[in-house]
Every structure is written in C-alpha cells, then in structure tokens.
C-alpha cells in the first residue's frame, strides 16, 4: 500500500499514484469511521459515556460523515486509477488533481476537528458557515462544500477532458456521465430553508438519488471494469450488462425516491409511486448479482476447459470482495430496503433501528465491499504483480468484516421488530412509547449484540489494514 509513494510500478503513471493516494485517506477515514460508530454503540449500552466530551450526537455525525467522506475517496481514487486503462492515454492535469487532493483533505481535517471541539451552541447564519448545516450524511459545513464543489470541478474536468484525448469505451462513457450527475445532485442539498418539509424534500435529492441510484451506477462501472482486469472478461459482454443496468437502475430508482416522500408533508400520490418504483429497485440489483457470478463461472469454466487448474482471477482478494458486493448489495439494499419500501409496512418501521439495520447492510454490500476490491487491485498494480493471492490476513478481513456487520444488521433488525411491535403497534408512537420501548429486554440485548458485532467488525478492519500493508510484498516475493 505504501509502496505506491515513492517506489511502485505504475512505471510514470501519475494518474494511478494519485488514485493510491485517495486509497491512503479512504482507509484512515474507514478507520475512524468505525471508531467513533463503536463510541456511538457503547453510548446506547451505557448513555453517560463520554458525555459532554464525545456527545452521541457528535459520535454518531461523525461516524456517518465518514463514512460518505471515505467512499467518495476511494470512488475518485478508483476513477484516477482506472482512467490510464480505459482511455489508453494519461490522465489530463493530474497537477490540478493533485492539489484538489490536498485542499480537500486540509478541508476534511479541519471540518472534522471543528464537529469535535465545538460540539454544542447557537444554531446561527454563522454556525451554517463555519460548523454544520446540520444534514444527515452531509454536514460539512459551506465554506468546506464550496471548496468541496472546486475541486469535485477540478477532478471531474480531468476525467472529462481524459476521455475526450483518450479511447471512450462504454464503461468511460457511463462513467462520464454518470459522474456529471452524482456531483451535480451534491448541490440539491447546498442552500438554505426553514421549512423542514422542503429540506427533506431536497436533501433526499442527494442522499436518495446517490445511493440508489448514481453510486449503484457507479459500482456497475467498477464492476465491469475490475471484471475485465480480473478475470479476463469480455468487453463486450460486460458492457452489455452494464448498459442495461443503467436502464433499470435509473428507471426504478429515480421515481423510487417516493420511498422517503411518505410521511414529511408531500404530497400523498406519493404513496403510490414510491411504492411501485422502489419496489421495483431490488430487480437490477439481481441482475448485477447474476451478472458477477455468471462472468466469473464463465471465464473459469472457459480456463477448466482448456485444461488449466487453478482460479482464473489474477487477484483473488480484490474478486472475493467484489464477488461480497453481489451479495451484500442484492442483500443490504435488495432485500432490506424491500422489507420497509411499501407505506403499508414503512408507517411502522419509518426511523426505527430497522432502518438502522438496512442502512449498515446497504452501505456495507453495496460500496465498502467494491470498493475495498478497487483498493486491493491498486496495492496489486502499486506493487507490479501479475497474480495476487489471498493471505490468512485477508481471509480474516473478509470473514470477520462480513460477519461483524451481518451481525450488527441480525441485532438491529430486531431491536427495530421489537420497536415496531411495542413502540408502534402496541403503544401507538407516543413519545412515552419510544422511551418505553428503548427499556425493554429485546432492544438492550440487541443493542449488547451490536455492540460486540462492531468490535468484530473493527478487528477485521485491523486485519484488513494489515494486509494491505503487507500483501504487495508477500506477492512480490512469491513471484520472483
Ligand atoms: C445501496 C443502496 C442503498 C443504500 C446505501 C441505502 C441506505 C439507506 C439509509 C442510510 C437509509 C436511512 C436514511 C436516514 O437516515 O433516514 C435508508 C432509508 C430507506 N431505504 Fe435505503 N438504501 C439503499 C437502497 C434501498 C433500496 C433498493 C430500497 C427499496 C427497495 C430502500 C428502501 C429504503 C427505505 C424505504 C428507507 C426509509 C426508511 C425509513 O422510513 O425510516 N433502500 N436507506
Ligand atoms: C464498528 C462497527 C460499527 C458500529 C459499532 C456502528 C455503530 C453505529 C451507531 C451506534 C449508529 C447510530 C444509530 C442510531 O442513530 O440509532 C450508526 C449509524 C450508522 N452507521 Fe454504523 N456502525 C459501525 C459500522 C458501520 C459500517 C461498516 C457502515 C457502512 C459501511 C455503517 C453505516 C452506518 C449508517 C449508514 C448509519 C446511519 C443509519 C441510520 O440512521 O439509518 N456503520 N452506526
Ligand atoms: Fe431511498
């Protein structure tokens, strides 16, 4: 991982060392991520800890803004990284994006540092400037989202203008346009309004639109890209399947937005398009699911044929992870986001740790797996192997990551069926009742479940950055 500073073999390629350095940042921030959701789970156990030190509501900001942060890191890393391969040509002002990368991390820091030490206080003109504009998910606040907005410009003028130079393969295609629309969402939840109902209504802009769809998009893209380099599969195929994922994505998941519509004062035709068109969302993600494991039997079969022994992958760390976001996205999103998507159901389960319980599995599935996939083929590239083997260390990353948050997401899931059932169903959604509900048996142990589940999850992630640290050489050595 850190040979990719100063000795590596991308062989001159700036374009892929910049890619290695959002890697860095992404895994450190995946770090503290998990740190701060650990203080956060603890503080549901025993509700002093930390308290007017380390606030759960500071906590849990913290854990969530990390972990968008993180992702949207290793999506630019991944994109600096694929460009040289798919365009033929090196990247365009990498210079300009090289200095983009510092502004931005100079800015996370300093937002970061500020969300700790100034954590309670007017909520003011000022306050939306200099500390938070207080949006779930995204709250840095706007001086660090205009700096964010220069140098999402910065990068996307480098892709762009890259694949004009350059071939423009389909995968870069979808890429340039899809790219166009995910930094284009980021504004829909830049201004300001004091109306709750219109600041939820575009603030699902970003949130919803991102996640279900752009960012699936973009995990297609990835996909068949780490597919061809993986596996050896062809272009053309996966480029099909990526296509019509496109279709079905965009086509489900734009009016699938309705899903968040339900119950914050729009209007309640709403109710019946948010539950067609998100009810339809799961679907692409089979498709996706199919078509990873489909690609991966083929070209194996195709190598079993002509008598080789062996997998067929020249990097099986980063297959293993990406073949865990077929699964955990058709699972996380697919088929948690399917349990709560009809207002039928969603009027019990709206805001409760079932929500919880599928935005971990979600956000896990369908990005932290593909995405920790890109990382190990920048290690593999950094390093200059042909075959990168999975170690006893990244076998530990893999199954205790997986289980730790398949764990977390089993306690939630019926922390939240416990809170459906007393909270709302049998004490009507009172106030008192949420209280009520907090107290019992079910939820607490869910809650100690959880708790234990993300110590799990955390020293997985210590194997994992272990690995990372260690695997390129390992390899290296095997191979001379
Ligand atoms: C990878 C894709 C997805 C991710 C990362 C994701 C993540 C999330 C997160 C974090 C929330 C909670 C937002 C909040 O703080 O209020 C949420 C809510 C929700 N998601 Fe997803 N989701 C994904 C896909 C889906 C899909 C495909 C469906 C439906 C089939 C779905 C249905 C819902 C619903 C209905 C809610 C609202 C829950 C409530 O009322 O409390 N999600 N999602
Ligand atoms: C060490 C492991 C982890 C622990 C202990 C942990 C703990 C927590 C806690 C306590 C919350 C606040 C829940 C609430 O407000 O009721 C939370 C929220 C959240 N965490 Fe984690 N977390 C961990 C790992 C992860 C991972 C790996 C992901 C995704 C990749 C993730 C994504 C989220 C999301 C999306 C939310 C907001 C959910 C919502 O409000 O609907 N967390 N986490
Ligand atoms: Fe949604």
């Known amino acids: 991982m850190l040979t990719s500073i100063k000795t590596n073999s991308f062989e001159g390629n700036k374009s892929k060392e910049l890619g290695m350095m959002y890697f860095r940042v992404a895994i450190i921030l995946f770090g503290a991520q998990l740190l701060f959701g ?44 694929m460009l040289p391969d798919e365009t033929g040509v090196e990247t365009v002002g990498v210079g300009l994006g090289k200095l983009g990368f510092w502004v931005l991390t100079v800015a996370v820091t300093i937002v970061v540092l500020v969300y700790i030490f100034v954590q309670v206080g007017a909520g003011t003109e000022a306050s939306i400037w200099l500390i938070h504009e207080g949006r779930e998910y995204i709250e840095a606040p706007r001086w660090a989202d205009i700096g964010i907005v220069v140098v999402v410009l910065l990068f996307y003028w480098n892709v762009f203008a890259s694949y004009m130079k350059g071939k423009q393969t389909g995968i870069m295609t979808v890429m340039v346009a899809n790219l166009l629309a995910l930094a284009g969402l980021y504004m829909a939840g830049m201004f300001f309004t004091d109306n709750i109902s219109m600041d939820q209504f575009w603030w699902w802009w970003v949130i919803h639109l991102w996640v279900e769809a752009t960012w699936e998009v973009f995990v297609g893209t990835l996909a068949a890209y780490a597919l061809i380099k993986i596996i050896g599969a062809k272009r053309e195929v996966v480029e099909m399947w990526l296509w019509i994922e496109v279709l079905m994505l965009f086509g489900s998941g734009i009016l699938g937005m309705g899903h968040h519509y339900f119950w914050i004062g729009t209007p309640e035709y709403w109710w019946e398009i948010g539950a067609l068109f998100s009810a339809l969302e799961p679907v692409p993600l089979i498709a996706m699911f199919v078509h990873v494991l489909y690609d991966w039997g083929k070209e194996q079969g195709i190598a079993h044929a002509e008598g080789k022994t062996g997998t067929v992958a020249n990097n099986t760390p980063a297959l293993s992870w990406i073949v865990m976001n077929a699964f955990g996205n058709f699972l996380g999103a697919g088929i948690w986001g399917f349990f709560h998507t009809l207002p039928q159901v969603n009027i019990y389960t709206h805001g409760t740790q079932f929500t919880a319980a599928h935005g971990h599995l979600s956000f896990f599935g369908a990005y932290a797996t593909i995405l920790i996939g890109m990382i190990y083929m920048g290690v593999q590239g950094a390093y200059g192997v042909e075959k990168m083997k999975s170690t006893f260390k990244t076998k530990m990353a893999l199954f205790l990551i997986a289980f730790g948050v398949m764990g977390m997401t089993i306690a939630l899931t019926i922390a939240g069926y416990e809170q459906v059932l007393v909270e709302r169903a049998e004490l009507g959604a009172t106030w008192n009742a949420f209280f009520v509900a907090q107290e019992l048996p079910w939820y607490v142990q869910a809650q100690l479940w959880r708790a234990v589940m993300g110590v799990v999850t955390f020293v997985g992630f210590i194997y994992l950055v272990w690995d990372l640290l260690t695997i390129g050489t390992q390899a290296k050595k095997v191979q001379a």
């Open 38 to 81: 650990l203080v956060a789970a603890f503080q549901f156990l025993v509700p002093g800890f930390l308290f007017e030190l380390l606030d759960f509501s500071v906590a849990r900001m913290v854990h969530i803004n990390a972990l968008v942060v993180w992702m949207l890191y290793a999506m630019i890393g991944s994109v600096y990284y």
